[in-house]
């Protein structure tokens, strides 16, 4: 099994030609196949290795590092579900250059990581890949699914059980498979006959403990591997467990900021007001959710020859996460542009009201507030994949590996059962706000502790239903290599790779209320109902509601069915219907190379991608290559499905070189060319257009692959066998970086049309993602020092400065990033430590707002105690400092502005682990 390397080369400079090799624990899994013979011995004496301590993985994960010709950074898990976090993106996040998030739309951030990106980019520009292979991913959260679509996988479906190891390419190679511009992560399972006993078992119960919930649920792991005596046959099973509940409290200023226009009534009566900023839609949000996490993988290994392998293997991952969010909101857009009731000493700052109090107004039926009530029964996410590979030793020179795989993902929806309601009408209301730091002071009058203050009438019911987004591929892989005795040139590698991918969403039914029903009465909603928990604003630190009443999931149910209109014609939701397959093809060509204290490789690929977009749009597009429709029966309008085909082709040079300056002193230069493609959301949006204005907005088909030019180099001085003291320097320039504007596109004027009786097409200025250009560069410090026989400390710096076309943020870019960690081991026991930070960053867009999210660091502690040969103990603390998770908007018109506030506060997790 080959996990692949990757150092690009965007200009190759004629005699940079160097060899790239890395093994992982089995020398059937060699990282890359093209070093001197020395170095693969190296590989396979490491292979032997057993590790299991804090120790015994440092050396290892540094020795694989130093053998490595690219530039790469390598973790190695201590024991079979001991890697020192709870999913990979954890224990990524601790590695110089590699950031995390733990959301990928805007549904705000959660105690999981769940996004990985390298070196300042966003998660889309790194690839993450199982065993060298693309995996199949999902989403549980519905803008993930609909919206805000990337290419970027879910990591909260990769347990750390699973893993042998997991090596981040920060440089690339022609063999790796195409698709981070940034880098890649390759995550290394366990194969049967690596293990060194006949008989393997483990196991691990435990649970874990959630403070804000308060509660306690049980996990899992166990695994067995049998391989006969000859080393010819093994099989290995494993599976995983997890529940977990989950609670955030936060604060959300989901409305944005509106404008006071000078012919509101409060302008006219204080005419500082007009043009003035004020929030919009303040928000106590509550956020529950039940997690549970099960899956496993399966492999069958057999050598029916010396000299060839076969390896069966699957994986199997699925996150139930029903989840629920209550959202009790200031809806000052029902009563600020009236004025009606503004007390004296009101103020401004920058351009926004930040310090208002409006009397009650009795007898008004003006809602001062809103309130959404969102359940998600059956919400989950899933990936699974199968493939079959052979390692064919054809000669002692020639050698052949073949991969033929399928992976799929899903992420679905099946039912949003949902309430909104106006509540405190004519109540009155006031905020004070506290910049960026600390969330919003405001109040409501009426009663918010129970459901008599709702008003029925000025509410709705919304939610899409019958989400169900397909993510599958299906590919072959076949590499050779040919290795040379006694000469400079020692091998080279060769290749081709095809896949079929498609991402989908098929359908999508957006209730409403049932206009036969009578679902504005009041007296048809339940009185019985239940109140946020006593500490919810104290925990986030501002004054707001907090003794809010919400109906159960149960009693939400109960609403919609009696009250919803869930027709599948009627309220079809084209909007979010999608569709892109991609037909990727690719060969490559690599040298590998070495010499007297030297070594490197040389190599292209060629990369041809056929897209095939689907897409909706409620006027026919004149580029598109079909177009069916009008398509009606929906509420929503009539609408017409796009098909968009487009195929492109692209070089990928790369080239490695490592310098044994010294037997410790290590220097290493690479560069290359990456691409990503660009999100799924991106290219096939949506097209809204306004006969009208001309405008529109949507998504954009037209969009080209993002091609990165790279530039690496990097000194390493490894002092000790678990020391390191490193320095490197990157430089990506970015061609066709996706951002937001304008394009002329050419759309059939329907009004036009009907009145001229015949086609009539316009130019339409629509807001779509467009192909910019753009660059980021950086500094990466690191230092790993042993103390003694049973101490160690480490800590690294990564400073990242970016910027796309016209000095606009380039998503996920936080300038500085630093990690510092410590340790303790001896025999029976051992501990750590670890502090991790990470700057502020552009986020994304929600609605027609930029937003960033503040900079956040995490404290997380680990002990385990050895009982003895068969038995150990373990206690794992995630997020002990409890930290708070800050998001900000940005506009030229209102300065700097608080968006959310959020605590998931923290988690403990206690195992006891068995083994034989």
Known sequence: MNYRKTLLAASIITSLCVSGALYAQDSAQSTDSGTAQSQKAKARTLATVTVIGIRDSEAESLALKKDAVSHVEIVTAEDIGKLPAKNVADTLQRLPGVNISSSSASEGGFDENDRVSLRGTNPSMTQTLVNGHTVGTGDWFVLSQV?????????????????????????????????????????????????????????????????LPGNTKPQFSGLFNWKNDSNTMGVLVQGFYEKRSLQRNGQEVIGGYNKIAATDPIAVAHPDLAGVYYPNLTGAALFTQQRERKGGVIDFEIKPTDNLTLDLSGFYSKLKADNYNRNYLMWASQFVPGGAGLQPGYTVRNNVLTNATFAAQPGSTTPYGVYDQISRPGASSESNYVTLDADWHATDHLSFKGQIGTTHGKGDSPTQDVIELGTGAGAGASWAMNGTSKPINWAQGGDNSSPSGILPSAGWIFGGQDIHVKDKENWFQGDGEFDFDDSVLSSLEFGVRYADHTRENPSEIAQGPNFATDWQNAANYPTAHSN?????????????????????????????????????????????????????????????????????????????????????????????????????????????????????????????????????????????????????SAL?????????????????????????????????????PRGLLSAGVYDMDLKNYINFGNQDRVFKDLQASNAAGHDVYNTYLISVPTNVNGNIKGVELNYIQPIGQNFGVAANYTYASGHADGGKPLQGTSKRTYNVSGYFENERFNARISYTYRSSFFAGVSRTDTYFQSGIGNLAASLGYKINDWMSISLDAMNLNNPKLKYYTQNDAYGKQPYAFYVNGRQYYLNLRFKI
Do not use: C
């Open 532 to 680: 946020y928990p006593s500490d919810f604003g104290s925990s986030l630190g501002g004054t707001f509601p907090s003794n809010i009443w919400y109906y159960t999931p149960g009693q939400l149910a109960a609403i919609d069915a009696q009250f919803a209109n869930r027709d599948p014609v009627t309220r079809f939701y084209f909007n979010d219907i999608y569709k892109v397959n991609e037909k990727d093809s690719a060969a490559y060509l690599q040298a590998n190379f070495a010499g007297d204290r030297w070594s490197g490789n040389i190599g292209v690929r060629y990369v041809r991608t056929k897209e095939n977009i689907g897409y909706t749009s409620t006027a026919p597009d004149a580029d598109a290559s079909t177009v069916v429709g009008p398509i009606t029966g929906s509420a929503f309008g009539d609408y017409y499905w796009n098909t968009f085909r487009k195929t492109s082709d692209k070089f990928l040079p790369s080239a490695n070189l490592k310098f044994d300056m010294t037997d410790d002193l290590v220097a290493r230069v690479a560069v290359s060319q990456t691409m990503t493609r660009p999100d799924y």
């Open 147 to 211: 919206q805000t679509v990337g290419r970027s996988v879910s990591y909260s479906l990769l347990p750390a059980e699973i893993v042998s190891q997991v090596v981040v390419h920060k440089s690339s190679e022609a063999k790796i498979v195409e698709g981070g511009a940034a880098g890649s992560v390759d995550i290394i399972t366990r194969k049967p006959l690596e293990f060194a006993k006949q008989v393997t078992g483990e196991a691990s119960v435990g649970g874990v403990y959630a403070d």
């Open 684 to 720: 096939a949006g949506s097209v809204s257009a306004d006969d009208l204005t001309h405008t529109g907005s949507g998504g954009n088909p037209k969009l080209d692959p993002l091609i990165s030019t790279n530039f690496d180099t990097a000194i390493e001085w490894y002092f000790a």
